[in-house]
């Protein structure tokens, strides 16, 4: 049972910078596609990047050339940095992971297909 725990979050003006960061308990944390997902009041949750064991990464159109999503092994540490920050990106932000084995494309935005999520942590942009 892998437990995910997120921080890093925050309310900043529009256009400043946050990082997030996702703390796994596993040890074998190399062997899981990782992934960050958010949700707005009101809306349904949205994936936002992921990042398998070779470092290999994929974003929604929304947020590509602003976020970056990592990952240290070593340390079972996922990462998100965002920069140039919009209001439409206040959400609850939640990182998960699901074996790579259990999991046809690392690649997948979709929620349904990660197992283990932390608890969320706030972004709030003001404009």
């Known amino acids: 049972q892998v437990q995910l725990v997120e921080s890093g979050g925050g309310s900043v003006q529009s256009g400043a910078s946050l990082t997030l960061s996702c703390a796994a308990s596993?040890?074998?944390?190399?062997?899981?596609?990782l992934g960050w997902f958010r949700q707005a009041p009101g809306q349904e949750r949205e994936g936002v990047a992921t990042i398998d064991n070779d470092g290999y990464t994929h974003y929604a159109d929304s947020v590509k050339g602003r976020f970056t999503i990592s990952r240290d092994n070593a340390e079972n540490t996922l990462y998100l940095q965002m920069n140039s920050l919009r209001p439409e990106d206040t959400a609850m932000y939640y990182c998960?992971?699901?074996?790579?084995?259990?999991?046809?494309?690392?690649?997948?935005?979709?929620?349904?297909?990660?197992?283990?999520w932390g608890q969320g942590t706030q972004v709030t942009v003001s404009s």
């Open positions: 596993e040890s074998t944390y190399s062997s899981y596609c």
């Open positions: 998960a992971a699901v074996d790579l084995e259990w999991i046809a494309y690392c690649g997948s935005l979709v929620g349904n297909e990660y197992k283990y």
